[in-house]
């Protein structure tokens, strides 16, 4: 290993990385790229992460775009060390992809490309799917027991940040969905008062004339009251949170 992967702990570095990144995709980015440098400076490795949800897999993150084409080469062919990896939580380990029998369409396919060494590494899993790092080399045998042994014990401390990123993502896409709904909820609310005003109506009357009025514009209720609001008024209107 070199310097970048001694002198702390793998996690204590991810977690660093996660307080750094301003959302889950930087973190990933350089996830990704801290990754690849695990075997430097003697072999050079392309790092592609995958993560399988809803029975799709996606490249989130990659050290270059050569990685994420090699993965996207693997989701065409729909398997692979990456991907069974994810799958059954197994090290998939190929020494020379010209002459490993298993995932021959896929390793042939990356051969001609000139990487003969790839690693699979499960870096989670849940019901949903799950998520795992791929590992490319040029060099056959790249991947000796050693570095799988050390690359094991990298994506166990790994496996931890990375889903406390993906929980954290949860929560803040969680957290912007509720806060578009409240914002829709206030144009709406606005949108009856003017209705009411206007129509000199019951509330319910006007919620009514609103649904219409989506109804026969085939547009979403929000946007009618949108328009009405601004209509109405030359400034915007926000919605204002407590803090």
Request: glycine fraction near 6%; include cysteine.
């Amino acid at each position: 290993m070199t310097e970048t992967n001694v002198g702390g702990s793998a996690a204590g570095k991810l977690q660093h990385l996660i307080l750094e990144s301003d959302n889950l995709h930087l973190f990933l980015e350089a996830f990704a790229v801290h990754t690849s440098r695990i075997l430097e400076p003697t072999v050079t490795v392309m790092c592609g992460i995958t993560l399988k949800q809803r029975n799709r897999a996606t490249t989130v993150a990659s050290s270059s775009m050569e990685a994420k084409e090699l993965d996207e080469v693997q989701y065409g062919f729909g398997d692979g060390p990456c991907l069974d990896a994810v799958r059954t939580g197994n090290i998939n380990v190929v020494l020379d992809t010209r002459t490993d029998p298993r995932w021959r369409d896929y390793l042939s396919a990356i051969s001609d490309r000139g990487y003969y060494s790839a690693l699979g590494v499960p870096l989670m899993r849940d019901d949903d799917g799950g998520a795992a790092v791929n590992l490319y080399a040029m060099e056959p045998g790249a991947f000796t027991s050693e570095v799988v042994e050390q690359v094991k014990e990298y994506a166990a401390e790994a496996s931890s940040a990375l889903q406390l990123a993906l929980q954290m993502s949860k929560y803040q896409d969680a957290a912007a969905n509720l806060k578009t709904a409240m914002e829709s909820r206030t144009n709406i609310d606005i949108a009856v008062g003017i209705i009411i005003a206007q129509n000199r109506c019951t509330q319910i009357e006007a919620i009514d004339i609103l649904r219409k009025a989506s109804s026969h514009r085939n547009v979403k209720l929000r946007v009618v009251a949108e328009s009405i609001v601004r209509s109405a008024t030359s400034a915007a209107v926000e919605t204002h949170f407590g803090d």
